[in-house]
């Protein structure tokens, strides 16, 4: 009887998944017949604008590729999916695709020859790009060198690498847009709110993701991203060191606010890529975010009663602060005097609820760019998990008030383990 009723249960699953795939599924676009005619050069400057907005080098370029070619890792919960290569190669990339093929991945999250695309890419956001804007990308993108370059295969458990799947998922949280034109270009919150929300597509990061994956609800109210930690962008005015509309655009055009900090991990290449953008859409963007920021509940602008740490924790973590970080942020060093740079009491990764950013960034550092003004050396090799404890512990206390990290040492250890290739 029970074997009979699991029969009836498997057959009834799969009906009812094949008759969603049939409902959903999409047939091949045509190729494109002929390349692409070489486009004007203003269609190619608003189109670059486009692409660094949408950050799409920073998912589809690889550590050691060639710009736009994908081979990216990206890590999620459900496994390893490699960015795809969206050069203009016609064997490899989007070379044969059409304009029209490219707006259907946009929009629905569907590649040229009918397959379903995974949602890490971010098409549930491009959806509610408009029309123009999505013509100006397919230019541009049409006009980078052709990379012929096929990205290592899925990394995805069963059955979560059967694609069909996905047409249930877009059920779920996919709600295509319509192309209504964009809001015009100038430091407005509506213009900002088209940025963040649509090209931009803050909310994959810093909404974190429910247990089918779908970004969690309300927005902004903060995620994980490859092992580091997403801060809430509903909350930016609240704490001890609250942003301001002016600090905000400086971090997202370039990434350095001198009263907060410089962007680190996945933040900082696309800080990188808005740098290339006028700085009107940077304050659009901030002056969005900073219009939708929480009220403080009652009572929490009283700091926590602290949990000292062991004295001796305290003062091993002086001893490593004086060894490997006050040539550059003791309050006499030069890149304090002359680079005005933040003091750590005010830095975002002391101040959060987590170790996680502190962590990441004493092991990885951040790495030197060409024409960045921001470096700090990798400590993985230098500082053991517990030395980086003791210094949390002292820069803690040094902040006056600020309750200690628990579980630094472990917690360190963890991703020192994550970040081994």
Known sequence: MNIKLAVTGLLGAVSILAVLYGWSSEPA????????????????????????????????????????????????????????????????????????????????????????????FPYTHYTRMSDRDIGLAYAYLMSRPAVRYTPPANELVFPLNFRPLLAFWNVLFLTPGNGAEAPAHGATIERGRYLVDTLGHCASCHSGLNVLGGERKPAFGGGEIDGWHAPALTRLTQGRNPWSTQQLADYLHGGLALGHGAAKG????????????????????ASYLMSIQESAPPGSGKAPPATAPAGSAIAQGRIVFDAACASCHAAPAAMMRIGGRPALARSSALLSGTPVNFVQTVLAGIPWHGGSAVYMPPFAATLSDEQIASLAAYLRQDLDGQEAWHDVARQSAAIRKELQP
């Open 29 to 120: 676009m045509p190729a494109a017949a002929a390349p692409m005619p070489a486009a004007s050069a203003q269609v190619l400057e608003e189109g670059r604008r486009i692409v660094a907005l949408g950050d799409c080098m920073v998912c589809h370029t690889s550590a050691t590729g060639r710009a736009y070619a994908g081979g990216l890792p990206l890590k999620t919960p459900f496994g390893t999916i490699y960015s795809t290569n969206i050069t203009p190669d016609a064997e490899t990339g989007i070379g044969r695709w059409t304009q029209a093929a490219f707006t259907r991945a946009l929009r629905r999250g569907v590649a040229s020859d009918g397959h379903l695309l995974y949602p890490a």
């Open 266 to 285: 996945p933040m900082r290449p696309v800080a990188e890529r808005l740098a290339e953008v006028p700085r009107e859409d940077a304050l659009a963007m």
